[in-house]
């Protein structure tokens, strides 16, 4: 009996297989390439998008151009292809998001980075199986839907540079695949749902510039994987939870402006792999740990505008990497350490605003001592007896220029990291900071004007000043009494067009120092 059975059932395995050979070799030549009903499919996603110029007849699957592709997995029984990728980036694209790609069953990644598409994510999405969601530098609003939460094949979702306003749902927890969570600068609101502690296997989490409310959460302490942490003016209460240093994946951790109580330098012995730290602006106090000076992976360290204070350390041999430090606003005290004068002076340190006793013997432009010794109010120097000033006009970042009876004096400073630039009597200018997240080679510290400036003095608005950390123009010679303050604000870079250069917003402080003597 038993091999009879057999022999039937390997028959009809074979005819099964023959039917489906044959049939497949039929498909092949009735459509030769992308499947009908995807052309269909792909040409209304190109209408939802506002995309342009497609039609039946193109070869549609095109990987021709990185950020204008549509990407097409042909391996399928006889030669079908199906739509796995779509790349329409920077294209400033003005429609909607496509609820199409729902009739794209293999669609895996979709990046929309960087157009003009407005709306919300479409309900049709939740039974997409997009591993690779980029939507990015849009103008996408509306609450964060919860049937995000239902593509649980998601490993990348990025939502950034949006206007997403609201809680964050918790159903985002259910994208257990989930390897990197981007929602940096929308207008996010509320504490972080709890159900966020089961994504386990996160890697990159990038939270900046938000509304959100609470404390960083203690259920950080579930992400061990994550490499990249950042939550750079996120809304948060401090102090950092001493739970962070759990994470001992982490090569980058950027936290900032944290409101409220603060907190010492958390314990972040057992992170060894550091490369990128920041932590500024979060009302920290206490000393230098001593243990930070023996992170051998560290490149760039942030502990700028806290309350920390005491002496720095006496060596920072075990830090052979480091390329930049901010210690500035802070109240570091004693002489000023001998390593500051007779480190590698490639590496750029900013000590401005502390109150060290002693000043760094070298200057250097990678160095910047500005207001670093406990007197900030700088006697007047011995030239100014000739130079006394009542007046001060300064076109930031721009040529010399007249207007009326106004002259502004031409600002040619380069800037820099952590540059002083101490050698005029007139004026000087101090800038720490340099731009995270761009190719350290375009850093510029001047903008120029991106369109026509149409106002009668355009000359002092054409280039600005840029610096991400503090901006300082100090004035040594002034004579003592009151002084009106006018500062000329234009956007320059920002367009005021249909397209992504026109998206984005800016937020800052002014402060001005009065320094009397
Ligand atoms: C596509 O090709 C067909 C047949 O060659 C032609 O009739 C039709 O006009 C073409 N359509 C477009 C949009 O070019
Ligand atoms: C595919 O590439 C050709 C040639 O570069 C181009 O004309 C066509 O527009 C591309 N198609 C798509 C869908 O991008
Ligand atoms: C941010 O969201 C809040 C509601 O949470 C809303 O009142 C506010 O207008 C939004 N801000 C912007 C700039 O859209
Ligand atoms: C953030 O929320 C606070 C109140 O919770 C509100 O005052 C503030 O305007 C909000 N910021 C933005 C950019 O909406
Ligand atoms: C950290 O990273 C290493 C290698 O990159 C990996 O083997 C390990 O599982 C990760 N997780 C933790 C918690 O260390
Ligand atoms: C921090 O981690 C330790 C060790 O895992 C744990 O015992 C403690 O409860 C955690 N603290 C908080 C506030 O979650
Ligand atoms: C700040 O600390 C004080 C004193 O410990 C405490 O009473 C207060 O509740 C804390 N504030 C916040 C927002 O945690
Ligand atoms: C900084 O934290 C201390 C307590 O650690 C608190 O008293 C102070 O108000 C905080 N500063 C700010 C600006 O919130
Ligand atoms: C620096 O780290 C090494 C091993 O990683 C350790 O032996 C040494 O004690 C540490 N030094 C300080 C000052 O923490
Ligand atoms: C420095 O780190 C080591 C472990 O790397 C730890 O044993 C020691 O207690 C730390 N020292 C301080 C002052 O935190
Ligand atoms: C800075 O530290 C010095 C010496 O400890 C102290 O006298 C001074 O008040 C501190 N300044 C500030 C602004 O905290
Ligand atoms: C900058 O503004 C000036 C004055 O309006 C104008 O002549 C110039 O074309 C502008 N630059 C750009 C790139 O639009």
Redesign the pocket.
Known sequence: MAPDILRVTSTSLMLMLLTFCMGAINLEAQVAGLANDEVEALLEVAAQLGKKGWNPNMTLCNETDADNKVFCDCSFPGGVCHVVGIYLKGQDLDGSLPKAIQKLPHLKQLDLWANYLSGNIPPEWAVTKLEFLSIGVNRLSGKIPSYLGKITTLRYLSIENN?F??TVPPELGDLVNLESLILNAN?L?GELPLALANLIGLKTLRLSRN?FTGRIPEFIQSWKQLNALEIEAGGFTGPIPSNISLLTNLTELRISNLLGNGSEIPNLDPIAGIKYLMLSNCNLSGNFPENLTNKSQLKILDLSFNRLNGPLPHSFKGLPLVQKMYLTWNNFTGPMPEWIDTRDSRNSIDLSYNSFTSEPKKLADTLNPFKSTWDWNYPKPVECLNAERYSMHINCGGPAATIGKTTYEADKEAGGATKYASTRLDWQKSTTGHFWDIDSSTDSYIAQNMSILNMSNSVLYTEASLTPLSLTYYIPCLVNGNYRVKLHFAEIVMRDNRSYYSLG?RVFDVYIQVSIN
Do not use: L, P, T, Y
């Open positions: 206007m306003s609201g207008n609101s509304n917003r």
